[in-house]
């Protein structure tokens, strides 16, 4: 065989191993009917990596006789075209609003799929993606890899604010809350006692802390637990009937909040902290480990900043 | 005696925690060089588990990743020297334990995944070399400080804050940390800025604990410090340098 026809098979070959890889790209979405007209897509309560592609998150929409509105995107280009699809499956009705309800990667990054005059957030969601979403999506490459392919981040173009919200005959409350990061929105869905908590509240997966503000969040997780719910569908972890998930997140909250000022007043260094044991009741929280150490390296040094500035040194 | 007796012999010679075949074992296709540079080629040099490297297995943050050297179960403790063989400045710190106890902790930035470890000489001229693998996606000293893009920070160079623990098992931690860049030159348009020196000595002014700084030590570095019984004092006193001559100064009171 010559040179080039050698060739010319190889390439073939590769052309065949690239669509097989893509076709391989498939998160395998299954939209659960929790209530009327309401589906959810429950992620793994697992890390980012190769295997999962992101899909470790928690989306969801609503069909109205006025349109669908979804909620979060998912974690990449993909997922937001195969949720598309999901939706198309179930419905003729278009998606009418796609709504972020913060702005973690996971969240938003799907928003390419949808007509960018449907996405709407919190203007400080909106501002977190336009200062961080390139850095979010480079890192995403990084974790995930081929499943990420062609995604890049898209800001809302409109900004939400608290309040009730009518879509075809469904009454929402749209919840302005914080701690989780510093614009999260919860969405209570009053037609059918629905609340979407986004990742102020997770379950039985350890809670991420990349830009919290644990006082906040625990009384934003307050203002929650007052809401009138009958589902409560978490950013992350499975669908509940109960408070249960919101008390999980608080119990976690409080403990990593009083462990790592306790750590940081008592002159532990970041390594002695890490080594800290995790209380055997968070055994059951997927990823707690992992989770955990995660958040000493975010939030150690502001305790430890807070302990050494009440001790005594001068020029 | 065959061989294999001949160095379990040997290795009982040497005393516990010595490794009897001088193989790295963290398996570093590096570390021939950074014995070659860092490392005098006369001395004696050991593989030693009682030269600790405490530091996470994974690193989520490259930009500040804690490690501890813990070097107290060794005697007559000289110097130690801290380094990563894969970080595009291997140097991390070194330091001399005057008083104080043969140990520290601080942050460091990684370019990549590295063994992380640290080298003691002890009075008799040898060297004693532990350590441990840190993986991380990396890319934390081509990266620029947070300090380096805004203006607060020249309000603040140098600046001290600190605190005092008295210890269980006796003795007293201090803990204190430095306003400082550190950047390490690595990023595109920010010159090399960072501590290169500072010394910790009690209110009377005798020596504790020298540190030589080096690019890869984390942006406003936190250092913590066991001081022994022995030497535990009224006040301490802090006193170093950056690489463009900045005096750092400071009283530690209790």
Not at chain 2, 170 to 193: K, N, Q, S, W
């Amino acid at each position: 065989m010559s040179a080039p026809a050698r060739a010319l098979i190889a390439l073939f070959a590769l052309g065949w191993a690239l669509l097989l890889a893509a076709a391989d790209m498939d998160y395998g979405l299954a939209p659960e009917k929790i209530a009327d007209d309401t589906w959810v897509l429950t992620g793994r309560s697992e890390d980012f990596s190769f295997a999962n592609g992101g899909n470790i998150v928690n989306t969801a929409f609503i069909v109205t006789e006025a349109g669908v509105l979804v909620i979060d995107s998912g974690p990449s280009r993909a997922y937001g075209e195969q949720l598309r699809r999901a939706i198309a499956r179930i419905t003729r009705q278009p998606v009418v609003r796609v709504i972020n309800t913060h702005h973690h990667p996971d969240h938003f990054l799907g928003n390419q799929a949808f007509a960018p005059d449907t996405l709407a957030a919190l203007p400080g969601t909106i501002h977190g993606i336009h200062t961080e979403g390139g850095s979010f999506n480079d890192n995403m490459y990084r974790l995930t890899g081929d499943w990420m392919a062609g995604t890049e981040p898209v800001a809302p173009i409109h900004p939400l604010s608290a309040g009730p919200l009518e879509l075809g005959g469904h009454q929402f409350e749209l919840i302005a809350l914080e701690g989780h990061t510093g614009a999260d929105l919860a969405i209570l869905d009053r037609s059918t006692g629905v609340l979407f908590a986004g990742d102020l509240v997770f379950h039985d997966r350890a809670p991420t802390t990349p830009h919290a503000r644990l006082p906040a969040w625990q009384a934003s997780l307050d203002t929650l637990e007052a809401l009138p719910f009958r589902h409560i569908v978490p950013g992350h972890g499975p669908v509940a009937k109960d408070a249960g998930p919101i008390r999980q997140t608080r119990a976690w909250l409080v403990w990593l909040d009083h462990t790592l000022r306790q750590a940081a007043d008592e002159g532990l260094d970041m390594t002695e902290a890490l080594a800290l044991p995790l209380p055997a009741g968070f055994r059951k929280m997927a990823v707690a480990d992992a989770e955990y150490r995660r958040s000493v390296g975010q939030l150690y040094p502001a305790f430890e900043q807070q302990a050494l500035g009440s001790g005594k040194a001068r020029e | 005696m065959n061989i294999h007796h001949a160095i379990a012999a040997a290795a009982l010679a040497l005393g516990p925690g010595i490794a009897a075949a001088q193989t790295d074992p963290l398996d570093s296709p590096r570390w021939g060089d950074m014995k070659k540079e860092f490392l005098p080629a006369a001395a004696r040099v050991v593989f030693d588990e009682r030269v600790r490297v405490i530091a996470p297995l994974t690193a989520e943050n490259a930009l500040n990743v804690p490690v501890s050297v813990d070097a107290s179960a060794l005697p007559d403790v000289k110097e130690v020297l801290v380094f990563a063989d894969f970080n595009p400045i291997a140097r991390i710190v070194r330091f001399e334990p005057g008083g104080a106890q043969p140990g520290l902790g601080f942050r460091i930035k990684l370019q990549q995944s590295s063994p992380v470890r640290a080298a003691a000489r002890t009075g008799d001229g040898s060297w004693h070399v532990g350590g441990t693998w840190v993986n991380t996606t990396g890319g934390g000293c081509t990266l620029p400080s947070t300090g380096s893009a805004s203006p607060e920070w020249q309000k603040r160079l140098g600046e001290v804050s600190s605190r005092v623990w008295p210890k269980k098992e006796g003795g007293e931690r201090i803990r204190l940390r430095v306003i400082h860049p550190e950047d390490t030159g690595l990023a595109a348009g920010i010159p090399a800025f960072y501590i290169q020196q500072l010394d910790l000595a009690d209110a009377a002014g005798k020596p504790l604990m020298h540190i030589e700084g080096f690019e890869p030590l984390a942006e406003n570095p936190v250092f913590t410090i066991d001081i022994p019984a022995t030497r535990a004092a009224s006040g301490y006193r802090v006193n170093g340098r950056d690489n463009n001559g900045n005096a750092i100064t400071a009283t530690i009171e209790k």
